[in-house]
Every structure is written in structure tokens, then in C-alpha cells.
């Protein structure tokens, strides 16, 4: 991918940029430009997860910086926070917790 330009002489410039990623649960700032930054934040209930072991897990923001192959060295996006796995007995002996964006609800 590259982002367009009109130098002084009246040419058009080409500058490498690696490519825009979207995420529905959160969203995407900075510059995809190389060696500039580019930040994921997830919405509220949401936590960054990916691959190739970049130690993001549970972290609601997350960034990298454009490489100059213009591959991103990570896949990163934003999955609900599943609120039921750290609780030991939050719902007591007989209830049962029921995930919820942003939260949790305890059914007996």
C-alpha cells in the first residue's frame, strides 16, 4: 500500500505504509507509515488478544510499528473480557455465571 503525495516539483510521491486494520470492538489511531506508530483500543468489556506471542493478553490497548516490509508483526484485535473464568464463588455453591459484555450476571 502507499499514500500519495504532490512534491515541491509537481510529482507525485509514493510513501510505503503498511495497511489499515479494522476492528468492530474497538478502534485503530496513529499512522500506518513506517516506523510509525499504530494503536488498537478496545472498548469497554473488551481486551486486546493475538497472535505470535506479543503479551497483549487482557490489555485494552495495544501497539506496533510499521516494519519495513509493511507486514504488521502482530494480528491484534478485541474480544469480550470473559468475567465468569477468575471467579471462584462469586455465585455461591449453586449458582451459575453467565458472561456479560462488561460484566456478569449469577443465576441459582
Known sequence: ???GGVGEDGAVSVEPVCHDIDDHLGSWTGSTKVG???TLTCAPGFA?????GNG???????????PQNLEWPKDLWCEDIDDCVELK??????G???DKVGGYDCNC
Not at 497483549?56 to 510499521?66: D, E, I, K, L, P
Open 36 to 38: 510509525m506508530t499504530y
Open 48 to 52: 486486546v488478544i493475538g497472535t505470535r
Open 1 to 3: 500500500a502507499a499514500d
Open 56 to 66: 497483549t493478553r487482557g490489555r485494552s490497548t495495544a501497539s506496533m510499528t510499521c
Open 89 to 94: 464463588h462469586g455465585c455461591g455453591a449453586t
Open 96 to 98: 451459575i455465571c453467565e
